[in-house]
């Protein structure tokens, strides 16, 4: 027993400290904002050191619970401190819907590290409603 502590000490210190490095890639809190039925996911960077991608993950608000993220799309890295966005194009039909979006940071051994939630409401355009109403009527 006193070797297996001694063996998954250090594993869980290396845990820890990587935990703590990751967070450090996004600067800040990302912001989402509702425009024309489509929502802007922001967010900058202070270091990208072995960052293979940003993945975004958006999740439906009831009531003030957050339910299950599902991604909704990647953004391949630019280089530290410039600006990303990410427009998610597929809330059209959920007008007065609240939203929350992460961004996951996957670095290259494919480990990753999610950024802070932020949440937005979805006011969407008549005619991104009407036209998704029509489609579904020749489905």
């Excluded at 904002?33 to 009831?62: D, K, M, P």
């Excluded at 957050?66 to 909704?72: C, E, S």
């Amino acid at each position: 027993m006193k070797n297996l502590a001694t063996l998954i000490l250090p594993l869980l210190l290396l845990v820890l400290i990587v935990g703590t490095l990751d967070a450090t890639v996004i600067k800040d809190k990302p912001t989402a904002s509702s425009s024309n039925g489509n929502v802007y996911v922001s967010w900058s960077t202070i270091s990208e050191s072995n960052v293979l991608r940003f993945e975004v993950f958006r999740a439906q608000v009831i009531k003030n619970v957050i339910g299950d993220f599902a991604k909704v799309g990647s953004v391949d890295p630019q280089g530290p401190g410039r600006p990303y966005e990410f427009i998610d194009k597929n809330v059209f039909k959920t007008t007065g819907s609240v939203f929350a979006y992460k961004v996951r940071v996957v670095f290259q051994d494919e480990t990753s590290s999610d950024s802070e939630v932020t949440t937005t409401a979805v006011l969407s355009s008549t005619f991104k409603q009407t036209w998704g109403s029509i489609k579904a009527l020749f489905r």
